[in-house]
């Protein structure tokens, strides 16, 4: 296993080539355009939060994962997440999550949703390790592959049901 040193520090517009190929690299089938990322990141702080994984050490500024958060009025949303295959399974994709849902619970977020493949059994891992549970299921979510999308929650705050009066 690899000893270099990676540290998981906020996107920057300058980030964004090498996010690009690397979204290129990790989502073949739907991968986002410069234009669709330079949209996130122009909402940051506002509504966003990406994050970028960096190697340090020998080859300082070599980007091996990102993610991204979106927030607002109490619901938050993991927009993405992705570790370079080379780097995965030791522990990178789950400090990723660690880095979002930190910054959701600072937001004072109430709950995190995701959308997952069906077919992507090592993200759904990840999710349920963190606590997510299924909610929902879009079919064909996923074009052109038609692939459905698992709809997952992780609620971080519960919010007392509206009219219960605490009495039988
Ligand atoms: C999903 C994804 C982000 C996970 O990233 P990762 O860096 O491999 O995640 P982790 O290392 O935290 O966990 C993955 C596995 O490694 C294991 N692991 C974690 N830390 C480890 C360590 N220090 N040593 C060895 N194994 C470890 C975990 O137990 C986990 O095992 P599992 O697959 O049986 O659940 C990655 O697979 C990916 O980028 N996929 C493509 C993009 C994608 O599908 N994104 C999600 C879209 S919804």
């Given amino acids: 296993m690899s000893q270099e040193t990676v540290l998981i520090r906020g996107m920057a517009e300058a980030d964004l080539p090498a996010v690009h190929a690397l979204e290129q690299v990790l989502f073949p089938d739907d991968?986002?355009?410069m234009d669709m990322l330079r949209g996130e990141l122009d909402d940051q702080p506002r509504t966003r939060h990406y994050v970028v994984a960096e190697l340090a050490g020998d080859r300082p500024g070599e980007l091996?994962?990102?993610?991204?958060?979106?927030?607002?009025?109490?619901q938050a949303d993991v927009q993405t997440i992705g570790v370079r295959p080379d780097r995965r399974g030791s522990g990178l994709g789950a400090a990723l999550l660690t880095e979002l849902l930190d910054e959701a619970a600072r937001r004072g977020s109430d709950a995190v949703f995701l959308e997952v493949r069906a077919d992507n059994a090592p993200a759904q891992r990840l999710y349920e390790r963190f606590g997510f549970e299924r909610v929902g299921l879009r079919k064909r979510y996923y074009q052109p592959s038609g692939v459905d999308a698992i709809v997952m929650r992780l609620v971080l705050r519960a919010r007392p049901p509206v009219g219960f009066s605490g009495e039988a």
């Fill in 64 to 74: 091996v994962g990102y993610a991204g958060l979106a927030a607002a009025g109490g």
């Fill in 31 to 33: 991968a986002w355009t």
